[in-house]
């Protein structure tokens, strides 16, 4: 579509005449500008191009991407026409490392009885299973957002010493300045780690203070 030989008006139709699915049409609606000549406001050219290519970077979950080496939630949509999770677990292992051998616990679909294809927006369609969802991720995110990969969950926060990396310079230790509190993860959703503290009756390390080197 050569937005460049339409008006806006004309535009639009062509998008809604073209694209049969009327969340895809939105999309792209969204991304048109039709203020004046129709203009796209994202890299559309660039992704039409690389689509073409034999091997699209955009449709491959790559090791080009980087990895990601924490802990990772993985949710599909169970009738997603788009992204399939017997087609597309193998690959996220290249981006997510540690997915691996952690299915179904943290590589699933979302609601096997919802059928469809606009179930693929799990947080919009069916509106009613929304929550369920967003509390889904809630739960997971409150015991492994922030939490070393060496721990199971933060619950564990505390009972186990952890390393850092580098060299302490005043200690000559290999593994870095100790940290055994490690005040350094983000335990906003949980009040694990000061009951661990209490319970082990330890003066730990809070935000900002350091305990003694060595």
């Known amino acids: 579509m050569k937005l460049g030989d339409m008006e806006g008006p004309a535009a639009i139709r062509a998008l809604d005449q073209n694209i049969p699915c009327r969340k895809w049409a939105s999309i792209f609606k969204q991304n048109l500008d039709t203020s004046g000549t129709p203009f796209w406001k994202n890299n559309m050219e660039s992704l039409a191009g690389n689509m073409r290519k034999f091997n699209p970077d955009v449709a491959d979950w790559s090791e080009s991407y980087g990895l990601w080496p924490g802990q990772t939630l993985a949710i599909f949509a169970a009738h997603s026409r788009w992204v399939h ?106 009040d694990e780690y000061e009951k ?18 060595g």
């Open 196 to 213: 661990s503290r209490q319970n082990r009756g330890k003066d730990g390390a809070n935000q900002g203070q350091f305990l003694p080197v």
């Open 85 to 190: 999770l017997a087609t597309n677990t193998l690959p996220f292992y290249n981006v997510f490392p540690r997915l691996q051998g952690q299915f179904p616990q943290q590589i699933n679909t979302h609601a096997d009885s919802l059928e469809g294809p606009m179930t693929h927006w799990m947080h919009e369609d069916p509106e009613g299973d929304s929550w369920r969802l967003s509390q889904r991720m809630w739960r997971w995110l409150r015991w492994h957002d922030g939490a070393n990969v060496l721990l199971a969950d933060k619950s564990e926060a505390g009972w186990y010493y952890l390393s850092d990396r580098g060299v302490d310079p005043n200690t000559g230790t290999t593994q870095g300045e100790y940290s055994p509190e490690h005040v350094h993860h983000n335990y906003l959703y949980t």
